[in-house]
């Protein structure tokens, strides 16, 4: 099973349960109508209705990144502030 860190979670659908740092396993992935590589993750909330009405099923793929990319980035923030 694949496993990903979510680096973004701002701007989230209604019911969306998404901690930026939280490292989540993927149970499925695919491309939805928009073109877009979609995230269905294990163990929590993966659908539900945006703030307009519309259903949303799984998280986009750009909302995250690898264990070991997102380890690189947080010791770059380190330095940043140092």
Known sequence: MK???CINNKNL??????QEGQEYKVENEYVNNFEQRV????GIINEGTTKM???WVGYDASR???PETAQQMLEEKKYEYA
């Open 3 to 5: 496993k990903v860190v």
């Open 13 to 18: 659908p209604q019911g969306a349960v998404l």
């Open 39 to 42: 995230y269905i993750l294990y």
């Open 53 to 55: 009405g519309l259903r």
């Open 64 to 66: 995250f990144t690898d």
